[in-house]
């Protein structure tokens, strides 16, 4: 799932400084949030808006609206009505979300109100690790299912490197280095000669490497 | 016309080669290289010359390594993939045996976060594995995309690092093996102060029959005070294993230094004797002046003019 975190009031309250009309805009699917968990958040990041902006004698009107999803256009339809009621819009959802409304809206203020972290997982209540660099050509059918250009700092694909000590990476010592994860269990399964031979250089085209990425898929007619 | 390196005729000759290293400094200043060439002059075969070790800004090792070639020393230039793709690293490879850089070591590189940029975006194009190819191409007359070198290629005695003491032990050797398929010709260890993981290493080496395929120089740094190693210790110098023993044995000296004089000649007649090993690599990082004495006490200082 996609992670991200709440922004600093700060910087919000920065963004909306001259706005007296604003629109707290949640985004309940894929997000590491539960849909309830999504509106307690809009309801806070309301209740916290409001707060500050009366101290300083700014009043501010905040409505509130959760969207399943900011990534599509269906969805971002639903904003249509209260568009025009406000001018500036604080979206919670990914940077996708954010990137799609202001591509809709040229005139609105639209602004992230948190920061899109990582595509990663839940590992327990309040701990989520990156799993995924979505670099457009998985290669983890090799290596055990174990990621190495996410997982390995240096994105090595001949690992490990020199500074792997103990199972421990050298970048900190909380981080496993994932090329001893990989050499364990291809071993343990009989299949370390896989890693005998050379893995060429990766091909960062996927990765990004050729500007914005595009998926396009034919249409079938008739359906 | 064949050409060769004075270091690969020395390790193609079978003498016990000596390499030294040098840390550029950390300015504008080429005196520091000078000086530290004079001193290494006469008592090794080529010098290495660092790129940004640590991930700490220094100057460039291409920089520094003409400046060695100036000072009379044959350099060995080391690139790593963290601060260059592949278009960088041709081009600077291009304009390195243009200036007569011959000799050089394919790093990865030791993590950003570890130097004094962890803000800088990591680059990390290749591992140092896909670099030794992509130096090999080069020396073939081939770009890495394939394309051929029109006029002049470039040549390289290729080189490559090992870690003996880095995890898992089984895998080095087989981690060595791919570097010299995608070129190496000699390997220069990370510092050997645990000689019976040393030995376990090249045995592990000995019986994939790899030694005869590659020189393989160990590495040897001379403890200046036993407040270094713990420093390094604590600190987690990657790739770095320090056994308590030599720091015990720095401790209980009256000399530290001298002790460590003492440790890194005894290292290098232990290496010595241990089959497959062509040569020590000495990195006396901010104590090169030691450099000649080591030598020296090694009986290693007569230096072959090939």
Redesign the interface.
């Known amino acids: 799932m996609i992670i991200t975190k709440l922004k600093p009031l700060e910087e919000i309250l920065q963004y909306i400084e001259s706005h007296d009309k604003i629109l707290v805009l949640g985004c309940s699917e894929c997000t590491h949030k539960s849909a309830t968990d999504v509106e307690k958040e809009v309801k806070k990041v309301v209740e916290e808006i409001k707060r500050e902006r009366e101290k300083t004698g700014k009043f501010v009107e905040v409505l509130e609206k959760t969207l399943p999803k900011q990534c599509e256009p269906q969805y971002i339809k639903l904003l249509e009505e209260i568009k025009d009621k406000v001018d500036a819009i604080i979206s919670l959802a990914c940077g996708v979300g954010v990137n799609l409304i202001a591509d809709f809206y040229p005139k609105m203020e639209v602004y992230p109100g948190v920061n899109t972290l990582f595509l990663g997982a839940k590992i327990k209540e309040g701990y989520w690790v990156e799993k995924c660099r979505a670099c457009g050509d998985c290669i983890i059918g090799y290596t055990a299912g174990l990621c190495p250009i996410t997982r390995c700092?240096?994105?090595?694909?001949?690992?490990?490197?020199?500074?792997?000590?103990?199972?421990i990476c050298?970048?900190?010592k909380n981080l496993p280095?994932v090329w001893?994860q990989i050499?364990?269990r291809l071993k343990n399964r009989g299949k370390?000669e896989r890693?005998?031979k050379?893995?060429?250089?990766?091909d960062?085209r996927s990765a990004g490497g050729e500007g914005v990425r595009e998926l396009r898929e034919e249409l079938k007619v008739g359906n | 016309m064949e050409i060769k390196t004075h270091l690969q005729k020395v390790l193609e000759s079978g003498i016990f080669a000596v390499t030294a290293e040098i840390e550029p400094p950390k300015n504008a200043d080429p005196e520091v290289i000078r000086e530290k060439a004079r001193w290494l002059k006469g008592y090794v075969d080529a010098v290495n010359i660092t790129d940004s070790p640590r991930a700490t800004v220094k100057m460039s090792s291409l920089a520094s390594a003409v400046i060695l070639i100036q000072e009379g020393i044959e350099p060995v230039m080391h690139i790593t993939?963290?601060d260059r793709n592949?278009i960088a690293i041709q081009s600077d490879l291009l304009g390195a045996s243009a200036l007569g850089i011959k000799n050089v070591l394919c790093l990865?590189?030791?993590?950003i976060?570890?130097g004094n940029h962890p803000q800088a975006k990591?680059v990390?194009?290749?591992?140092?594995?896909?670099l030794l190819?992509?130096v090999k191409k080069l020396c073939e007359g081939k770009f890495?995309n394939g394309e051929e070198i029109k006029g002049k290629r470039p040549y390289f005695f290729i080189g490559a690092?090992?870690?003996p003491?880095?995890?898992?032990l089984e895998?080095r050797p087989?981690?060595l093996?791919?570097k010299i398929?995608?070129g190496a010709k000699f390997i220069q260890t990370?510092i050997v102060y645990n000689l019976e993981r040393f030995k376990k290493f090249i045995n592990l080496c000995e019986e994939m029959g790899i030694l005869e395929r590659v020189y393989i120089l160990a590495g040897i740094t001379p403890p200046k005070s036993s407040k270094m190693l713990k420093y390094m210790k604590k600190n987690?110098v990657?790739?770095i294993?320090i056994p308590d023993e030599i720091i015990k044995r720095m401790e209980s000296a009256k000399d530290e230094k001298e002790e460590g004089i003492n440790i890194a000649v005894e290292i290098i007649e232990r290496v010595r004797e241990i089959p497959g090993i062509k040569g020590v690599h000495i990195m006396a990082i901010g104590w090169e002046s030691i450099v000649p004495e080591i030598v020296k006490r090694a009986k290693l200082c007569s230096r072959p003019e090939l």
Request: glycine share 8%.
């Open positions: 700092p240096k994105n090595m694909l001949n690992g490990p490197c020199g500074g792997a000590k103990n199972g050298e970048v900190r280095c001893q050499i364990r370390l890693l005998m050379i893995w060429e250089a990766k960062w | 993939c963290r592949r990865t590189g030791d993590y976060s570890l990591p990390f194009d290749l591992d140092s594995i896909q190819s992509l890495f690092v090992e870690n003491f880095a995890d898992p895998f087989i981690r093996a791919k398929k995608a990370q987690k990657p790739g294993e």
